[in-house]
């Protein structure tokens, strides 16, 4: 006999693997090895960048709608490198979730799931870059 989740509780219990999984990767390949990806260099080209307003002169192997991107943290105040790290890390996680929950929507929670563990496989890559 197979029990099946009643269909309201899918959705919820599909975001809360998303929840486990996403705290999982950021204390195995973040927190556990001191893992700092790209952010510090985000974070100091940011810095420089906004002093005159150039982002494509700070990071220029970026286009400029995606280095406006990496200013929104150290906007909302992140400016440590801990703080950036981070702030950068939850608006990444945020929008993961929004694709997450439209692939709920759109495909299903087989797609969401398969989605959700690749993110989390990627480790540090998905989460700090």
Request: glycine letters at 4%; hydrophobic letters at 55%; charged letters at 10%.
């Amino acid at each position: 006999m197979t029990s099946q989740l009643p269909r309201w509780a899918v959705t919820p219990a599909v975001l809360g693997v998303w929840l486990l999984l996403k705290v999982h990767a950021v204390a195995a390949w973040v927190i556990q090895v001191n893992q700092y990806g790209d952010t510090d260099y985000y974070l100091w080209a940011v810095a420089n960048a906004t002093r005159d307003w150039s982002m494509s002169a700070w990071l220029p192997e970026y286009p400029t709608p995606a280095a406006w991107f990496l200013q929104v943290p150290y906007l909302l105040g992140a400016t440590t490198d801990q703080g950036y790290r981070a702030a950068f890390m939850l608006l990444v996680s945020l929008v993961d979730l929004a694709f997450v929950v439209l692939l709920l929507r759109r495909l299903g929670e087989a797609t969401a799931v398969a989605w959700i563990v690749l993110c989390t496989l990627a480790g540090q890559l998905a989460l700090l870059r």
